[in-house]
Nanobody
Framework: QVQLVESGGGLVQAGGSLRLSCAAS????????MGWFRQTPGKEREFVAV????????YYADSVKGRFTISRDNAKNTVALQMNNLKSEDTAVYYC??????????????????WGQGTQVTVSS
């Protein structure tokens, strides 16, 4: 059974930091891009960041660029999202996902074939 399990969410004050982790089991994702998305109630799931299979390429939403850093450890089958200088608008449930398409399709939600269950991030102002 393929699973992606996020951890590291929580409550933090504005300006603080959190590090999210996503652990994969059931298969390796060393040849997949891995992405992070977030969602708040009543809104569509929003792209946050993506990293290619080797870690050599990353891409970020404008809203998090310069504050968030995505990384991966293929030996451990994990992907992380370091979030610094958090803002209240970063409050959301964060999901990791495995990308099954080409790099050009990195923003297409339909190309993400596996999703985690999400972890809540709450930033208090």
């Amino acid at each position: 059974q393929v699973q992606l399990v996020e951890s590291g969410g929580g409550l933090v004050q504005a300006g603080g930091s959190l590090r999210l982790s996503c652990a994969a089991s059931g298969r390796t994702f060393n040849s997949n891009g891995m992405g992070w998305f977030r969602q708040t109630p009543g809104k569509e799931r929003e792209f946050v960041a993506v990293i290619n299979w080797s870690g050599s390429s990353t891409y970020y939403a404008d809203s998090v660029k310069g504050r968030f850093t995505i990384s991966r450890d293929n030996a451990k089958n994990t992907v992380a999202l370091q979030m610094n200088n958090l803002k209240s608008e970063d409050t959301a449930v964060y999901y990791c996902a495995a990308h099954a398409g080409r790099w050009l399709e990195r923003l297409s939600l339909s190309k993400y074939e596996y999703w985690g269950q999400g972890t809540q991030v709450t930033v208090s102002s």
